[in-house]
Nanobody, 127 residues
Framework: VQLQASGGGLVQAGDSLRLSCAASGLTFSTYAMSWCRQAPGKERECVAAVSRRGRTTYYLDSVKGRFTISRDNTKNSVYLQMNSLKPEDTAVYYC?????????????????????WGQGTLVTVSS
């Protein structure tokens, strides 16, 4: 299984970025997907999740109203549109297909969390 995240970069506060994650080696449409992040010195947390068909989404309160998760099952891809970025959004962002809660995981990642993880893409937001 491969989850290839891309789209990170260096932006200024208030800017937007769109992250993409291309999945292979799994039946993508049967997995709910999450975007998670880990800032330096902090625990990994999942900030958004989308159901298998894309009809249901969940967000961490800190990104609600600014981030939008979506997916395209015809392209085996999941996306994270990030608007109004803040310096505290600086982190490595990962896409993940997790097992807990049917894959609709938001909040802190548990030690040894079961599922598939991508390699991460760095987002840096300068003030």
């Amino acid at each position: 299984v491969q989850l290839q995240a891309s789209g990170g970069g260096l932006v200024q506060a208030g800017d937007s970025l769109r992250l993409s994650c291309a999945a292979s080696g799994l039946t993508f449409s049967t997995y709910a997907m999450s975007w998670c992040r880990q800032a330096p010195g902090k625990e990994r947390e999942c900030v958004a999740a989308v159901s298998r068909r894309g009809r249901t989404t969940y967000y961490l309160d800190s990104v609600k109203g600014r981030f939008t998760i979506s997916r395209d099952n015809t392209k085996n891809s999941v996306y994270l549109q990030m608007n109004s970025l803040k310096p505290e959004d600086t982190a490595v962002y990962y896409c993940a297909a997790l097992q807990r809660d049917g894959g609709l995981v938001t909040g802190l990642v548990r030690p040894g969390e079961s599922g598939y993880w991508g390699q991460g893409t760095l987002v840096t937001v300068s003030s």
